[in-house]
Nanobody
Framework: QVQLAESGGDSVYAGGSLKLSCVVS????????LGWFRQVPGAEREWGAI?????????TYADSVKGRFTVSRDNTKNTVYLQMNSLKPEDTAMYYC????????????????????WGQGTQVIVSS
């Protein structure tokens, strides 16, 4: 059974940092492409793309987070990370990690339709 478990969400002030983790089990982690997405309160049907990382380690970022967020993976720990710096109130959302067994690269890493396994999310609140 595929499971993705996010952690690290918290409430911080603008300008602060958080590091989210997503531990993945039940699938060949090293072969999977991974992405981070978010949903803002009141817009639960809209997935906001954040970043993705391919099985080979190449990364892609949404313009809204470039230069502030960094996605990485540790195949020895079956974990994908999202380091978030210079947080803004508009970053407030529920954050989800997702996995795809298909080879997803470039901008396709930012399309939630390319992912078929999802975690339950972790809440990030950024206050001004």
């Amino acid at each position: 059974q595929v499971q993705l478990a996010e952690s690290g969400g918290d409430s911080v002030y603008a300008g602060g940092s958080l590091k989210l983790s997503c531990v993945v089990s039940g699938l060949p982690f090293a072969d999977y492409c991974l992405g981070w997405f978010r949903q803002v309160p009141g817009a639960e049907r809209e997935w906001g793309a954040i970043a993705g990382i391919s099985d080979s380690g190449t990364t892609t970022y949404a313009d809204s987070v470039k230069g502030r967020f960094t996605v990485s993976r540790d195949n020895t720990k079956n974990t994908v990370y999202l380091q978030m710096n210079s947080l803004k109130p508009e970053d407030t959302a529920m954050y989800y990690c997702a996995g795809s067994y298909f080879q997803v690269y470039g901008g396709d890493l930012l399309d939630p339709r390319n992912f078929d396994a999802w975690g339950q999310g972790t809440q990030v609140i950024v206050s001004s």
